[in-house]
């Protein structure tokens, strides 16, 4: 919280410090919206703040946030310098010490068709990066391959918002660790993170915890950054999110050919999903993932399935929600994974 | 001393030219965040211009607006300066603009500003020729009038 408050201005920083523990625990978001109510997520649920730090539902009496607030943050995230963060707000989104990623919208100037910067920044979205260290536990026996010390190549599924960055984030944390509860040893594991999402950089440094022996490439495009670790950083496991694109299986068919493991994430529900879109087919038809580990709605781990002859290794309880999402140390059961998604 | 100041301008203002250069090089290739690039520039300028920049480092570091510690840096620093009201003026327009835009705004600023400079150096180094030689006329005149006077 505190790299979050040193880049709120004054009256901003005011208000948010003086909410009550309990909903500092669950901030998810803040979010400033130039000459609209100030507004806060705790864990799904959002809410509009008066000037005094309380929580109310009617936007009538919510703290307006003005134009100064947003250019006053803009310059505080920025140290007075918006021209050190034209990559980022090209992108649309920046990530602070700590790991907490803003995204931002305003006015986009285009030049030659793409997006060149944006300018009168009207939005922010300041996202809590939080961790959820022991996320895989449940995962992991069957994604092992105990008797060679290796990771299976693993797919995991995912729904929108149902932990697939946050698993992966501890898995990667726990392999490139080692795992002695399951006489694991760790493993170097190289991450390509181009949304910045998996471990949070600022200026090149992990702020989230991703293991001892984790390699981390930032802001990279998948393809690129996959064949750029492979040869330089010599991998064991190979870790990226959100593959999709017939140029991510590309890299990935590299990866396998240099006999590194690979552990991606996918957008979907099931792996019938997945054959509706050409590139993932493709990959499936290639028989490459040896786990894929299926999570549903409600941050639910719904089944982990065997690659080879497609049966269920594991079927996790519908509805039941798993007990990962654990916020700090107050004990507050959530049902839902927060990390910096 | 009035001779010396005459001669001291010029020198400033081309001091800051040569700073405000260096600072778009911090700006445009390295997008080096002001306070660290006024620290670099500061450093490699030479006195008393180089601790404006490193005065208006200070001074936002703690928790002024960039164009309020430029503001600070120059006035605080401007009695001990050979500097005009009207070099001030141009310098202080330059520091509405610095770290608010992206690089090739902040790049037409710099220039805008260097460019100003020069002209007013030009003015300045004339000015220092004429006034310097009417000031060591004058001294000259005097030790005559003295050695007269002594006879």
């Known amino acids: ?53 309380s929580i109310i539902s009617d936007p009538a009496d919510a703290y307006r946030v003005t134009g100064e607030d947003m250019l006053k943050t803009i310059q505080l995230m920025s140290n007075s310098s918006v021209y050190a963060l034209e990559e980022e707000l090209r992108n649309g989104f920046l990530t602070l010490p700590g790991g907490h990623r803003v995204g931002l919208v305003g006015k986009v100037n285009l030049s030659e068709g793409r997006i060149k910067t944006i300018s009168h920044i009207g939005g922010l979205n300041i996202r809590v990066a939080r961790q959820f260290p022991g996320t895989a536990d449940k995962v992991l026996p069957f994604i092992i391959e105990k008797e060679t010390n290796r990771l299976y190549h693993t797919l995991i599924l995912s729904p929108p918002c149902c932990g697939k960055t946050t698993l992966l984030r501890d898995v990667v944390r726990q392999v490139s660790n080692g795992i002695p509860a399951l006489g694991f040893l760790g493993v170097t594991v190289g991450v390509v993170d181009e949304r910045s999402e998996i471990a949070g950089c600022y200026k090149g440094v992990p702020q989230l915890d991703v293991g001892l022996r ?16 492979i040869r330089s950083m010599a991998p064991e496991v190979l870790a990226v999110d959100e593959i999709g694109r017939m140029e991510d299986i590309q890299a990935l068919e590299e990866a396998l050919n240099a006999g590194i493991r690979v552990l991606a994430t996918i957008h979907g529900s099931s792996i019938e ?69 | ?17 040569g700073a405000l250069q260096a600072l778009e090089t911090e700006i445009t290739y390295a997008a080096t965040p002001l306070p660290e690039a006024w620290e670099r520039v500061g450093r490699q300028t030479p006195q008393p211009v180089g601790a404006i920049f490193n005065n208006a480092r200070a001074a936002l570091t703690g928790g002024l607006s960039a164009a309020e510690a430029w ?39 710099l220039q805008l500003t260097k460019e100003n400079l020069r002209q007013l150096e030009m003015a300045a180094q004339e000015e220092a020729a004429r006034q310097v030689k009417v000031w060591r006329y004058f001294g000259v005149l005097g030790g005559l009038v003295v050695a007269l006077l002594l006879y």
């Open chain 1, 1 to 53: 919280m505190k790299e979050i408050l040193k880049i709120l201005p004054g009256e901003l920083r005011r208000i948010i410090s003086q909410l009550p523990t309990s909903s500092l625990n669950l901030l998810a978001e803040i979010r400033l919206r130039s000459e609209r109510p100030l507004m806060v997520n705790l864990i799904q649920q959002d809410a509009f703040l008066t000037r005094e730090g």
């Open chain 1, 214 to 229: 984790t390699d981390v490439l930032d802001a990279c495009p998948k393809a690129q950054g996959m064949i750029l670790l």
């Open chain 2, 71 to 109: 503001q600070k840096g120059l006035e605080d620093a401007y009695q001990e300066t050979a500097l005009t009201r009207q070099d001030l003026e141009v310098l202080l327009e330059l520091g509405h603009c610095l770290g608010v835009s992206y690089r090739d705004d902040q790049v037409k600023h």
């Open chain 2, 1 to 17: 001393m009035v001779a010396a100041n005459y001669d001291r301008r010029p020198k400033q203002l081309r001091a800051f030219i």
């Open chain 1, 273 to 341: 999903d997945l054959n509706r879109r050409p590139a993932l087919d493709y990959l499936l038809k290639q028989g490459i993932f040896q786990r894929f580990v299926v999570l549903g709605k409600g941050v639910t781990l719904k089944e982990i399935i065997n690659g080879q002859d497609q049966q269920p290794l594991m079927r996790g309880e519908s509805n039941v929600k798993t007990d990962w999402g654990r916020p700090g140390d107050n004990g507050l059961r959530i049902g839902r994974l927060h990390g910096s998604r």
